[in-house]
């Protein structure tokens, strides 16, 4: 079958045996404090990351089955922080080219990897810019240590104007928008036809950091051979020194052990934000937990074995993401959540205190999520009941070079 490939320029592509002092074969491998700056050193395809970790592959090609709840990143030249590839374990796996400083495994269960910003703060308190230098602006973390880049203004206006509709269109044109300075988060728009001409356009991504507005090209579904003429205009900057994106940088923080992101240690509770200058900006962090435990409150009488829980709420971020700031790229899908599932210990036809196995900690949840009972016959069950805590566990991933 064909698996997908990423890669990026920087250093040659495609040593074999780039990986071979550091991770040869066979038999499974921690990669402690020490092995993440200087190279994993024992014999190993089986890389462990423990919650918060990351791991820079070096220059290379590899064939990587990134485990159920770590990710697969790659680092946005444009946004300058790192995009997740993989975060389930039904995508399979990947092959791989690494220049040595764009690929990266990381675990990052119980941190938080963005904000949705709900307030913008009032006009003008900040500079326009990127990071806490060029703002004015300092972002701090009630806890983990985690480390923030804030960009302020260069929102693109909402609203764009068609300024020719072009023609003969026989499907819809997709719609490119030229980056912001990096480190800025990039707009995006959506163009729908009718009768042959473009006839409404949405921006989804208002975007930030821009000094300018962004400039926009139409280009032609690759099915539509006559379509032509199609002119979208983007309107004036709005924002002007508010927030309008907030992010964990991408750069390692030195302040923990090598292999910590700059997303902090892992935590068992959502983070909170501090701005200085505080004006009215407020923002709700974007988590990341799993499923660590649970405790039984009701024990049940007569449950089949095989019967499981699920959890199926927490992993929607709450919050209103306040107008004219950078979303949805930058805050609501930054994750891709999934559903936990753990089998409960059962005897005698009641569920146990012990032998409680988490078949999968979920992922993404932003609070312990509440949890179902269902029996094996497939029924919702309101007789046992079970509450769950949240965080991040270590994690195992495959990585083979080539």
């Known amino acids: 079958m064909a698996l997908p490939r990423i890669g990026g320029g920087g250093f040659p592509l495609n040593l074999n045996g780039a990986f071979a002092s550091q ?153 490119v928008c030229s980056p912001p300075p990096q480190g800025g988060i990039q707009m995006t728009a959506t163009a729908v036809v009718t009768a042959g001409s473009i006839s409404t356009v949405t921006v989804v991504n208002q975007g930030a950091g821009y000094t300018a507005a962004a400039t926009i090209t139409v280009i032609n579904d690759y099915r539509d051979t006559t379509g032509s003429g199609g002119v979208i205009t983007a309107g004036a900057l709005v924002s002007s020194g508010q927030l309008t994106a907030l992010y964990p940088s991408a750069a390692t923080n030195a302040t923990f052990v090598a292999g910590v992101g700059a997303h902090g240690l892992p935590q068992t509770a959502a983070i909170t934000f501090t701005f200085a200058p505080a004006s009215t900006t407020s ?44 979303g949805p790229i930058a805050d609501i899908t930054l994750t891709q959540p999934r559903p936990a599932w753990i089998q409960p210990g059962i005897g005698t036809g009641s569920v146990t205190v012990t032998g409680t196995v988490i078949v999968d900690p979920g992922f993404g949840f932003q609070s312990a999520p509440s949890l179902g009972f269902i029996s094996s016959g497939g029924t919702l069950s309101t007789s046992v009941a079970a509450t769950a805590s949240v965080g991040g566990q270590t994690d195992y991933s495959w990585v083979q070079p080539f």
């Open 23 to 175: 991770l040869p074969l066979p038999g499974p491998q921690t990669a402690s404090a020490a092995q993440f700056t200087a190279g994993i050193a024992n014999a190993s395809n089986i890389l462990s990351l423990p919650a918060g970790g990351v791991y820079l592959l070096p220059a290379g090609t590899f064939y990587i089955e990134p485990g159920p709840v770590t990710s697969l990143q790659f680092l946005d030249p444009v946004s300058n922080f790192w995009r997740t590839i993989n975060s389930t374990p039904l995508a399979g796996g990947f092959n791989v080219d690494a220049d040595g400083g764009n690929v990266r495994l990381a675990n990052l269960t119980g941190c938080p990897i963005g904000a949705l910003i709900t307030n913008a703060g009032s006009a003008g308190v900040y500079t326009n810019g990127i990071g806490s230098t060029a703002t004015g602006l300092t972002v701090t973390p009630s806890a983990g240590g985690s480390v923030w880049v804030p960009v302020v203004g260069g929102t693109n206006n909402s609203t764009v104007t068609i300024t020719a509709a072009g023609s003969n269109y026989s499907f819809n044109p997709a719609l």
């Open 283 to 326: 923002a709700v962090a974007v988590m990341n937990f799993c499923v660590t435990g649970i405790a039984i409150t009701a024990f049940g009488s007569t449950v089949a074995v095989g019967s499981m829980f699920v959890g199926m709420a927490g992993a929607i971020v709450a919050g209103t993401r306040a107008s004219n700031v950078a």
